[in-house]
C-alpha cells in the first residue's frame, strides 16, 4: 500500500547513506578538524606529488639528472620537449594535485576557524599545519609554473565548481606562500613528540620562507629566518648527524638533522596506480620504482656522469673520496673507490655487471632507494627529507654573502657542512678566500651539489643563481647536460600551463612563449 500510494503521489523519499561524509555533517567536532588536515598530508603520497612524478621535473629537469625512458613522451619531458601541455605524467597531473592540496587546506582553514576546541593550542596548530601545507604547494608551483605573467591562480577559499580565479604572477605565488608560512611559524609548534613526530612545526615554516625570500632574491628577510634555526631560539632543535648516510635510510628518521620530512611506510601495500581519488592509499614512496637501474626498477631516471667526475676532484681528509659519493649514486668503479660498497639492491657491483649493454657508462639514483631491501617497489618506506639542516646552513652561508655580511661567517658555515664529511676547509684547496665574495658564491654552487645532490633543491638553485636566464648560464648547462641545447630562454625556465586550465578560465594567461 506504501509503495503504491508513492509512486501515485510521486512522494519523495530521502535516505541518508550513513558512510557519506558531507561538508554539512564533517567540520563539526575536533576529531573531523583533525581528520581534515591529516587529508591535506595525505596528498603526498599521490603519484602526482612526492611519492612519484614531481622527482621528474625538480631532478630530470635539472642538470644533474635525464631519462633514456623508452616511454617516450615521458622522456621529452625531461628534455623541454613540450608538445601536449595536457601530459598528465609530466604535467598535468602534478598541477591538478597541488591545487587539490589547496582545496583541502582552504578547507580547513575556512572550517576549523567555526569549530569549538577545549584547548585553543590544539586549535592553533591544527591551523598552523594547514597553512604550511598550502604555502608548500604555492612554493612549489611557483618554482615550476610560475612567470611573469598571471599565470597562477591563487585561491584561498573553498573553490567551487563555476570559480574562474584570478592569475598571479611567479613574484606574487611566492608571496602568497611567504604570507602562509607567516602565520604558520605563529601557530606552530617548535616542535612535536611522541606520534605527532614528524609533523609541521615553526622552524620548518621559517625555513621555507626562507626558501621563499631567496627566490625573491630578498636576502636579508632570508637571512633572518634562519638565523632562528642556526643562532637563534631554535638552534637546540636541529644539527647534523655524524653519519651522513643516515638522512637517506628508512632507519634514523625524523633525526636531529630533519627540519621536515614526509612520513613514508610500507605498512598499506594498497594498489599504487594514478588514482587520486582512491580512498585507500598506499603510503610508500615510488621513486625508486622508477629510478632503479635496470632489473630493478624501469630506469626512467638517471645520473648525469659529471657528478661523479665532481665528487672526485678531491680527496677527504684522510687521502679517501669524499663520502657523499656513495651514498649519492651507483657507478662504474663504485666498489674500488669505497670498502664494502658493492651491494647495488640485490646485485653485485663489479666488471662483469658494468660490461653489459645496458649498464656501460651510466651512473644511477641511490638516495632515498630502498637498495638496503635488496629490491624497490611501490612501497618504499623511506622518508623524503624535504628540508634537512646542512641545506638551511648552505642557505644561511648564501645569504650571508649575497646581503654584504662578512663572508668569514659564510665560509665557516660551508666548512661545517664539509667538517662532518671529512672533507677539509674550503681554504686548503684554494676554492675561496675571505675577501673575493663572487668566487665564493659561484663554490657555493658546487657545494650545495655534493651535499645535495638529487634530493629536489637543483631545479631552485638554478632559477635563484640566473643560470636559466643567459647564454652565459645555459652555456655551462649544456657542458653538464645535452638536454640544455633544447632550452629557450624565456621559455623553458617555467613550465606550461596545461591547456584544459587555460581554455577554461579567462582569468589566467600561458606562460611566455608558448
Not at 574562474?164 to 605563529?186: K, L, M, R, S, Y
Not at 617548535?190 to 605527532?196: H, I, L, P, Y
Amino acid at each position: 500500500m506504501f509503495s503504491t500510494l508513492c509512486l501515485l503521489n510521486a512522494c519523495k523519499v530521502d535516505v541518508e547513506n550513513p558512510n557519506s561524509i558531507t561538508k554539512e555533517n564533517f567540520w563539526i567536532t575536533e576529531s573531523d578538524a583533525e581528520y581534515g588536515v591529516n587529508a591535506i598530508y595525505n596528498m603526498f603520497y599521490k603519484p602526482g606529488t612526492y611519492a612519484r612524478w614531481l622527482w621528474f621535473r625538480f631532478d630530470l629537469t635539472s642538470d644533474e639528472g635525464f631519462s633514456q625512458s623508452p616511454w617516450a613522451e615521458l622522456r621529452e619531458w625531461t628534455q623541454f620537449v613540450y608538445n601536449n601541455y595536457n601530459f598528465s605524467e609530466g604535467n598535468s597531473m602534478t598541477y591538478a594535485e597541488f591545487y587539490q592540496a589547496i582545496f583541502r587546506a582552504n578547507q580547513a582553514l575556512h572550517h576549523v576557524p567555526l569549530i569549538e576546541f577545549a584547548d585553543q593550542t590544539k586549535k592553533d596548530r591544527l591551523l598552523g599545519q594547514a597553512y604550511f601545507l598550502r604555502g608548500l604547494y604555492y612554493y612549489n608551483l611557483a618554482l615550476l609554473w610560475g612567470s611573469e605573467n598571471k599565470s597562477l591562480p591563487i585561491i584561498l577559499e573553498p573553490s567551487t565548481p563555476d570559480m574562474q580565479p584570478q592569475g598571479h604572477t611567479e613574484t606574487e605565488v611566492f608571496q602568497q606562500a611567504i604570507n602562509d608560512f607567516t602565520e604558520a611559524q605563529n601557530l606552530l609548534p617548535e616542535q612535536w613528540t611522541g606520534a605527532d613526530k614528524g609533523r609541521t612545526t615553526k622552524g620548518a615554516a621559517l625555513a621555507l620562507r626562507a626558501k621563499c625570500h631567496m627566490q625573491l632574491h630578498q636576502w636579508e628577510e632570508a637571512q633572518t629566518d634562519l638565523h632562528w634555526l642556526v643562532e637563534g631560539d631554535g638552534r637546540g632543535y636541529y644539527g647534523l648527524v655524524p653519519n651522513y648516510a643516515d638522512n637517506f635510510t628508512a632507519s634514523l628518521e625524523n633525526n636531529v638533522e630533519s627540519v621536515f620530512e614526509i612520513q613514508y611506510s610500507d605498512v598499506n601495500q594498497a594498489p599504487a596506480g594514478d588514482d587520486v581519488y582512491s580512498v585507500d592509499p598506499n603510503l610508500g614512496l615510488h621513486r625508486g620504482q622508477f629510478f632503479a637501474p635496470p632489473g630493478v626498477g624501469w630506469t626512467d631516471g638517471e645520473l648525469r656522469p659529471w657528478l661523479v667526475t665532481e665528487f672526485k676532484k678531491e680527496k677527504n681528509l684522510s687521502n679517501g673520496n669524499d663520502i657523499r659519493l656513495k651514498y649519492t649514486a651507483f657507478y662504474q668503479g663504485m666498489e674500488a673507490d669505497f670498502s664494502d660498497n658493492t651491494k647495488i639492491y640485490n646485485l653485485v657491483s663489479n666488471n662483469a655487471l658494468w660490461q653489459q649493454s645496458n649498464w656501460q657508462g651510466r651512473v644511477f639514483f641511490r638516495k632515498y632507494a630502498s637498495w638496503e631491501r635488496g629490491f624497490d617497489d611501490y612501497y618504499n618506506p623511506t622518508n623524503v627529507r624535504v628540508v634537512r639542516f646542512a641545506d638551511v646552513l648552505l642557505m644561511y652561508a648564501e645569504c650571508i654573502a649575497e646581503s654584504g655580511g662578512t663572508l668569514s661567517d659564510a665560509v665557516a658555515y660551508v666548512d661545517r657542512v664539509r667538517a662532518r664529511v671529512n672533507m677539509p676547509p674550503l681554504s686548503v684547496n684554494n676554492f675561496v678566500t675571505t675577501t673575493d665574495r663572487s668566487r665564493f658564491l659561484k663554490r657555493l654552487q658546487t657545494e650545495r651539489m655534493l651535499e645535495l645532490a638529487t634530493e629536489g633543491h637543483r631545479w631552485a638553485d638554478l632559477k635563484r643563481w640566473g643560470l636559466l636566464d643567459n647564454q652565459a648560464g645555459i652555456d655551462e648547462l649544456k657542458q653538464r647536460d645535452a638536454d640544455f641545447n633544447n632550452f629557450v630562454i624565456g621559455r623553458h625556465r617555467s613550465l606550461p600551463i596545461p591547456s584544459d586550465e587555460v581554455n577554461n578560465n579567462p582569468n589566467v594567461v600561458q606562460n611566455p612563449k608558448y
